[in-house]
């Protein structure tokens, strides 16, 4: 018997891949300072 938790794993784990995925979109054209400088950009790639 699988407890259920162990079901949900998957549902986990692409929430995890969706946010990465967002992530990299958000900060693709994006450097360091840029980054630093835009409070909206952290506060979306924090966890």
């Known amino acids: ?3 259920t ?3 949900r ?5 692409t929430h995890i891949l ?3 995925r967002r992530i ?3 900060t693709e054209n994006i450097d ?3 980054f630093l400088k ?3 950009i952290q506060e979306c790639c924090s966890p």
């Open 9 to 13: 794993i998957p549902d986990y784990l």
């Open 18 to 20: 969706e946010v990465l």
């Open 24 to 26: 990299l979109e958000y």
């Open 32 to 34: 360091q300072l840029g």
């Open 38 to 40: 835009d409070a909206l």
């Open 1 to 3: 018997m699988t407890k």
């Open 5 to 7: 938790s162990d079901v």
